[in-house]
């Protein structure tokens, strides 16, 4: 066969296959365009019946809803109906009330007019008569009310007075007779151990080698000693003892502590003293402070400023009659306290005017004024309760009692001061009058310390160096002698140990 033919022919069959094929798939294709459309039909007739049903049950909610809402609203209109008919009345009955309040203030009105017309007429009316009275008598009303009176007093002047007296004296009875029975009370309830306070400590050594040490060589050490403490060392041939002497408890407590140590420490020279007296002096505070904290705790009362409880704490070292001034407030404290519950008055009060009726002793050698002054002006700055001021300040009786606990205060004062023992008369007035020697030294110019020693029969002081020289020295002791020899009274003599030191001091490095 012609290759040309075959060709043509190889051709045409590729053409009928290539068109066979073409007409087969848009067949194929039709087909399932015809089937994914059926489905498709299918998807959309199912979606039409479910809105369908959702929008019937909405519709039939949303109508239910609606029912719902027009009957919540006809019943709150009907109780808005009610509610208005009833406002609606009362305000109806309101009004008429009103109405007759108005007419009942409009007679009331007019009958007190009336009152005042009658009580007017009255009144003159009871002057005319007074006036016709007086002249037909002759005496004024005042004198005729005198003259009554002195007339119904002349003739029952004796029952009168025999009444009277039978008052005061059943009354006077009955009135002690509580009393003590109050004061015992009280008194019973509490009751506290009272250390007298002594000029002197003793102090044992553990051997008699230490009584060399502490004077030092040529008397150093024990001059250092004295110049630093304000005490007097008696070192004398009791054995192994040391007597350390004050009338100021404060320094003698310094001394007893210093002292302690520097035996205990071994090392006593001037510079070791020096030390020494400074740490005591700051452990002796430490003590004043907690003595200070354990009085308002046992007293209960936690409410003062941590400064005056520090001022409270310095009486410890206090004394007023040779009894201790903060035992003799806490006592004070105690007693006014149980007075006042027993007779109904404020214990809280009573207690801590109690407690800070002697607080300007804590500095009264430092301040000018009685202690009584210096406490008040204390406690103001403190700014402690008016009250607790007008408690505390009549303890004396110097000013007028201002309340109910002023009169306990003072009572209790003069309860616990005059108990059997609780105060030396003489002690007092022997560390006065070496108080009194200090003052009068203090008062001159260009004194550094004064220490009034041997049992008031010497006084010793120590001038500024760059302030006074030896022949003012001089002069200011035959000065002070005077002074001493003209203000105060005392047995023998006194002898004025003025004493001018310059030290210096240089270190070699």
Known sequence: MNPLILSFLGTAFVIVGVFAGYYARQTLARRDHRTIEAKLQKKIQLTREEAESILASAKEKASKVLEDTRKEIDVKRDEFLKTEKILTERESLLGEKITGFERKE??????????????????????????????????????AKKELFEKIEEDHQKDILERMKKLETAGAEAYEKKSKELLATAIQRYSAHQAQELSTTTISLPSEEIKGRIIGKEGRNIRTFEKLTGVELMVDDTPETV????????????????????????????????????????????????????????????????????????????????????????????????LAADLGGNVKVAKKAGLLHDIGKAVDHQ??????????????????????????????????????????????????????????????????????????????????????????????????????????????????????????????????NLIREKKIIEYAR
Do not use: C
């Open 243 to 338: 007597i350390i002497s004050s009338f100021d408890p404060v320094r003698r407590q310094v001394a007893r502590l210093a002292l302690e140590k520097l035996i205990k420490d071994g090392r006593i020279q001037p510079a070791r003293i020096e030390d020494v007296v400074v740490w005591a002096e700051q452990e002796i505070n430490s003590q004043m402070k907690e003595a200070g904290e354990q009085a308002v705790y046992e007293m209960g009362i936690l409410d003062l400023d941590p400064k005056l409880v520090q001022l409270l704490g310095r009486l410890r070292f206090r004394t007023s009659y040779g009894q201790s001034v903060l035992l003799h407030s806490m006592e004070v404290g105690f007693l006014a306290g149980a």
């Open 367 to 496: 301040v000018e004024g009685s202690h009584l002054e210096i406490g008040m002006k204390i406690l103001e700055k403190f700014h402690v309760e008016e009250d607790i001021i007008l408690a505390m300040r009549s303890h004396h009786e110097t000013y007028p009692y201002g309340n109910l606990e002023a009169v306990l205060v003072h009572a209790a004062d003069a309860i616990s001061g005059a108990r059997p023992g609780a105060r030396k008369d003489t002690a007092e007035n022997y560390l006065k009058r070496l108080g009194d020697l200090e003052a009068i030294a203090n008062s001159f110019s260009g004194v550094d310390k004064s220490y009034a020693i041997q049992a008031g029969r010497e006084i010793r002081i120590f001038v500024r160096p760059d302030e006074i020289d030896d022949y003012a020295a001089k002069k200011m002791a035959r000065e002070i002698a005077d002074r001493i020899q003209d203000e105060l009274k005392y047995p023998g003599e006194i002898k004025v």
């Open 106 to 143: 409009v007679d009331f009105n007019q009958k007190v007019e009336k009152l005042k017309e009658i009580k007017a007429n009255l009144e003159g009316a009871e002057q005319r008569v007074g006036a016709k009275l007086e002249k037909i008598a002759g005496l004024s009303k005042n004198e």
